[in-house]
């Protein structure tokens, strides 16, 4: 379809401390023991976009990025590795590759995004309704529980995540308004000329913006290029063409339009050729023309179009972009959101490696899974949780809610409840962790308990 990719896939984050560092980049966090970064990339594969140009930040984070998938899909796609400098946000990694970008239109992919929805589809609504930028929408995915007990426990009260402020044309194929983070906190402020064009908005607060958009490169790289104090794509690029879709300005770069005699149009009747070839896919409110004088005169000319594309409620789509998030994402895709796993669970729900041991009167219940090499010995009891590869655990250990990465030591009487236990722990007997997050490499003392705490090496 002519649609280049691009997939952020970030670099260290500070929201996800202390589980990223610089030996696991948060392309490299493990959802299920694999990579986030795997599941956007079988699910470009499986829409047959198979030309990706990766962005990293960090020349550290890229080489151990660029490593792991040159190993894990050679053959399968081709894939280029930019690293781009830290800390400039999406719009300034997209400005440090624009020179790559040479296709009519460009699928802009978060390397965060968890799901099952089909950027094809994306892409050829985009194509089909000719626009300059079409974003995916999805319903709110529900997160962790309202109080302070374990992440993920299976009867707690949910609360969905941050909301955004999306106003949608009557027939929600066009994106008229949307706000996030710090403006939902104040007053919504909507153009009279928008509404005066599609009559009226329909306001929903109930929708992701899930970081995948399709471009017209033209136009994205010209707003790169005139702003370059834009920092992010969400924040700032996206905003501006939803502001400015009955201005001029956007196209103001473009070629002028001339009628069959040569002559050039001025902007009313440039507005009038754009409804007659569009009217087909705008909604009835832009195709009323408010005419004056001659019939020529537009009152709210549009010079661009900024669409939607909805996910339908059956559909999967969640974006690692919080500890929380983490927590809710290795839970679904071991349970309810388990076709994404691509793992064959057993008869019990729950996947446990040929290759694990267990123990006597061990038992590990549904919705958990049990990585390749890893050993737990008598009396233990794991629920509702992802253990990795490699790892030793003592008899009378109890986990629940959890995700313990690679190499990890729990020894004897050990109890683990809605934490995370990055690599190469080790927690000593009879230590106890509830709701923590320990990082790589750290050792939890004999004896001690440690509540609501990120536990991480000096």
Known sequence: MDFQVVVLAGGTSEKLSPLVSKDVPK????????????????????????????VVEGQDAAVRVGGWISSAFVDRLHVEVAAV????????????????????DVLIVSGDIVSDVSPGALASTHRRYGAVVTALLCPLPVSGPLDTGSAGGKDKAKKPSCCNIVGLDPTRQFLLHIASGAEVEKDIRVQKSILRAVGQME???DLMDAHMYAFKRTVLQDILDQKDNFHSIRQDVLPYLVRTQLRSEVSA???PV??????????????????????EVAPTAFQD????????????????????????????????????AFYDINRDVVGEASHLSGYSFSAQNNIIHSSAVLG?????????????????????????????????IGSNVKIVNSVVMNHVTIEDGCFVQGSVVCSNVQLQERAVLKDCQVGAGYVVTSGSEHKMEALTKK
């Open 27 to 54: 392309a490299l966090l493990p959802v299920a023991n694999r990579p986030v970064l795997s599941y956007v990339l079988e699910l470009l594969e499986a829409s047959n976009l198979k030309d990706l140009l990766v």
């Open 85 to 104: 400098p830290e800390d400039i946000g999406t719009a300034g990694a997209l400005r440090a590759v624009t020179h790559h970008l040479t296709a009519s």
């Open 203 to 205: 306001i929903r607060a």
């Open 253 to 255: 770069n473009e070629a």
């Open 258 to 279: 001339v009628d069959e005699a040569g002559n050039g149009l001025d902007p009313s009747h440039r507005n009038l050729r754009w409804l007659s070839q569009h009217r």
């Open 289 to 324: 023309l408010n005419v004056s004088g001659h019939g020529t005169k537009l009152e709210s000319p549009r010079t661009h179009k900024c669409c939607a594309y909805f996910s339908s409620k059956n559909k999967y789509c969640a974006r690692l972009n919080s500890i929380q």
């Open 360 to 392: 006597s009167k061990t038992t590990v219940g549904p919705q958990c899974m049990l990585a390749d090499g890893s050993q737990l010995g008598d009396k233990c009891s794991v629920k509702r949780s992802v253990i990795g590869r490699h790892c030793r």
